[in-house]
């Protein structure tokens, strides 16, 4: 009767994922930020494969990572200078 909150949960997790990203970019945390960059784009690759969310979502949460690989681009600590 109610099949469209089977896949509230599926976005939920998304969501968890790249507000996490977003408060350790915000936070500076760079690997923390490039962890959950890996873990948001396996997890949409795992839900898009299964059909577990519908190809407006999935183009939605596509953008949203193709900005997420722009802003992380060079946001690694290689490029920090030691200053103590």
Request: aromatic content about 14%.
């Amino acid at each position: 009767m109610f099949g469209f909150f089977k896949k509230v949960g599926k976005v939920n997790r998304l969501e968890k994922i790249a507000q996490e990203l977003e408060m350790n970019m915000s936070n500076n945390y760079k690997d923390a930020a490039q962890e959950n960059f890996r873990e948001f784009e396996q997890a949409l690759n795992e839900l898009e494969a299964s059909g577990e969310i519908s190809e407006s979502q999935a183009f939605r949460y596509k953008q949203r990572l193709s900005a997420y690989r722009q802003k992380l681009k060079n946001y690694t600590h290689k490029d920090q200078k030691v200053t103590w």
